[in-house]
């Protein structure tokens, strides 16, 4: 047997001095700007990297059997029905405050009668579809990775691949597909309800009939301030089911693990949303620049 056979693996680089007995190691030197911001990136793109092959793995079993048509209905309903209360909150309140916030500043240059157009063009674009995505989304990412993240220690996902099943597709793929479809519609309601709060609260504090206030923002708004308002909503919800699902899996720790891809899933789907709004909604004025 060799020497360093004997010694087994070393604690330290090739060529490392190792401590003489009654001499202790050095404090570790702290990491400098560059190192942080190197870890950092490092960081990303192992989360990217593990995020997009759990993605295609998933999409690769879509048409293999068999299909699993009752979780898909059951992620309907844990994800769209159940967040419809938070959604229609958010979007009622959100479109009052919008509303008196532009009767106030408009009133002081003799335009409150634009605040309809004003609210109406905002919803549609903005304020709808994002909004909705971020408060919603953050509640549908949290559970998802909750979930995901407490089976994954208590080594429910191993029990699955031992009995032969593919955790992609059993608990990765409805979820993701559920929250592509459940998006829109969430938005669409949220949509209704933001700008039936707007209309109530210019009625009640400013006399602003709500006969008006329709008819001037049904004439502002055109189908494609809706319409580019709505194509963004499937790729929120695919972004939020995949970072909730893929800090689901990743979590390792026992439960302060789960608490931990919670919080992460959270921030990281909220940072993910405002940052593919930026580029869908170029992305949409590239594509139908002149259409409507």
């Known amino acids: 047997m060799t020497e360093a056979a004997y010694r087994g693996p070393q604690s ?54 068999p299909f699993e048509f009752g979780a898909i209905i059951y992620q309907f309903e844990a994800l769209g029905v159940r967040s419809l209360v938070i959604a229609s909150i958010t979007a009622i309140f959100v479109g009052m405050v919008m509303a008196v916030q532009f009767a106030f500043g408009l009133q002081r240059f003799g335009g409150m009668e634009y605040t309809g157009r004003i609210v109406a063009i905002s919803f549609s674009r903005e304020l709808a579809p994002t909004l909705t995505a971020v408060i919603v989304g953050s509640r549908i990412a949290s559970g998802i990775a909750a979930e995901l993240g407490s089976m994954n220690v208590t080594e429910q996902i191993d029990a699955i691949r031992s009995l032969g099943a593919d955790p992609l597709k059993k608990l990765v793929l409805p979820r993701v597909f559920a929250s592509i479809i459940v998006m829109p519609l969430l938005c669409s309601f949220a949509l209704v309800l933001g700008f039936c709060g707007a209309m109530f609260i210019t009625s009640v504090e400013f006399g602003i009939p709500a006969k008006f206030f329709l008819n001037s923002a049904l004439s502002a708004v055109n189908f494609r301030d809706i319409y580019s308002g709505m194509f963004k909503t499937p790729f929120y919800g695919a972004i939020i089911a995949i970072v909730g699902c893929h800090f689901g899996l990743t979590t390792r720790g026992g439960t302060e693990g789960v608490g931990t891809s919670t919080t992460a899933a959270v921030v990281t789907t909220s940072i993910a949303v405002l940052i593919a709004d930026f580029f869908l909604t170029k992305i949409s004025f590239m594509l139908w620049p002149a259409m409507f």
């Open 12 to 65: 330290g680089p090739p060529g490392s001095v190792r401590p003489q007995a009654g001499h202790s190691l050095p404090p570790p030197r702290d990491p400098n700007v560059i190192e942080r911001f190197g870890a950092m990136f490092r960081m990303f793109f192992e989360h990217f990297g593990h995020a997009s092959r759990m993605t295609t793995g998933a999409f690769m079993t879509m048409f293999r059997r």
